[in-house]
């Protein structure tokens, strides 16, 4: 039996927000939202994968922590065997995201990490990112001016 394609997810988590990616292509995916990530190539682990792609897509060195939740199959094309759905939480190291290959990012704190219309597979992943996350900081939130 051939192996599955491992797709890997870095869920970047940073001051309490997801950094969430539009996608651009294929034209059946496109405006939908994602982790960065992308396919294992021959001879890469998960990680090497990761650091390449978020280089590749968003412009920023990355260091994988560990991963959150389990594989999730899905299927890349109709009628192909599906392939695998793996995140990794995520930290940027150096750079600031930049939308080299996505239509948009966007930080997504826990008030609107359903917000956006995730793609079907990452949806799984979704309930293991929110304890990093935060609410959004609303006005009233921000700390009232010393009166003196
Ligand atoms: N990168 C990424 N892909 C996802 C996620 N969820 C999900 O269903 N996918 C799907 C979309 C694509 O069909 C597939 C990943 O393909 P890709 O086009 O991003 O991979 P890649 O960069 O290695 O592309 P290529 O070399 O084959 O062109 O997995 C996700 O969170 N991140």
């Given amino acids: 039996m051939t192996e599955p394609v491992i797709v890997v997810g870095a869920a970047i988590v940073r001051d309490g927000a997801l950094l969430a990616a539009q996608r651009a292509e294929p ?3 496109r405006g939908r939202w994602e982790m960065p990530g992308g396919k ?3 001879g890469e682990n998960d990680e090497e994968a990761l650091v390449r792609e978020c280089q590749e897509e968003l412009g920023v060195r990355v260091r994988p922590l560990r991963r959150i939740g389990d594989d ?3 299927p890349l094309r109709p009628n192909s ?3 695998v759905l793996r995140v990794w939480l995520t930290e940027v190291v ?3 995201p930049r939308p080299i290959e996505h239509l948009a990012l966007r930080w997504l704190s ?3 990490l359903d917000d956006v219309d995730w793609l079907p597979a990452d949806l799984p992943f979704l309930d293991g990112v929110r304890p990093f996350l ?3 900081r609303s006005e009233s939130d921000e700390p009232l001016p010393d009166p003196s």
């Fill in 27 to 29: 034209p059946q995916l």
């Fill in 40 to 42: 294992v190539d021959p």
């Fill in 72 to 74: 999730a199959p899905f």
């Fill in 81 to 83: 065997p599906p392939a």
């Fill in 94 to 96: 150096e750079g600031e």
């Fill in 110 to 112: 826990a008030d609107t």
């Fill in 134 to 136: 935060t609410p959004e």
